[in-house]
């Protein structure tokens, strides 16, 4: 069972606010990612973590920040919501090791920007 | 990390074997394939993984080609709730990042 955790679920507001993306692990595990994914498309990375105090850029480019203070919390904010941020974004964690490296997924945030 | 070619969409009979196609002709030796599904929006779910060697689980089972070119996921009685988009992915285990292609839409037909 994955223990990984996104809040909220479903998040609705208005163009400019600042809003933050929760996302929280209980498995301990080093690396952390988050995806944006609009319907019937593709999975984008847009930032990942190796660790606390790392944090890396992903393949989409993305206006959002993120940060990595404590293991088990990734939090994703955007300064500055737009509608163009209207999508739904996945977190995701995975514990480094040559046995097991199976990817856990939170249920996703929807977001939608107006 | 070696790409990857899926058929962007395929469809599978109720009941019977799917077995879906990958494609990484330029992988090296210390990388992985791993295959993956997303259910309609969920988060994707770890299905298996194998370097040289077919591997099987509950869900699935993985062959690998000889020469490691190519791969097929089988999922040996494919029913209704098997339709998902399909990913196969291939990474050097320990590699920091994890990327999805388009993946390979599934349909299992009644």
């Known amino acids: 069972e994955a223990d990984i955790y996104q809040t909220p679920r479903y998040l609705v507001i208005g163009t400019g606010k600042k809003i933050t993306l929760e996302c929280s692990q209980t498995m301990g595990h080093d690396k952390m990612y988050w995806y944006q994914q609009d319907p019937g498309m593709e999975l984008h990375l847009i930032h990942y973590s190796y660790g606390v105090n790392s944090t890396e850029k992903g393949d989409l480019s993305s206006e959002s920040t993120v940060s990595r203070i404590r293991t088990e919390h990734f939090p994703l904010t955007l300064e500055s919501a737009r509608p163009s941020h209207t999508s739904q974004y996945l977190c995701?964690?995975?514990?480094?090791?040559?046995?097991?490296?199976?990817?856990?997924f939170g249920q996703g945030t929807r977001l939608t920007v107006v | 990390d070696a790409k990857t070619t899926q058929p962007p969409s395929m469809d599978c009979a109720e009941g019977r074997a799917a077995n879906l196609p990958c494609n990484h002709s330029t992988i090296s030796g210390n990388e992985y394939v791993y295959w993956y599904r997303q259910i309609h929006s969920q988060g994707p779910q770890y299905i298996i993984h194998g370097l040289k060697n077919n591997e099987t689980n509950e869900m699935a089972s993985l062959i690998i080609t000889e020469d490691r070119k190519s791969s097929t996921l089988i999922l040996p009685h494919a029913t209704l709730r098997d339709t998902a988009v399909y990913y196969c992915i291939v990474r050097v285990n320990g590699n920091n990042r994890l990327a999805f292609g388009k993946g390979n839409q599934v349909v299992v037909i009644p």
């Open positions: 995701a964690s995975k514990q480094t090791g040559a046995g097991n490296t199976e990817a856990f």
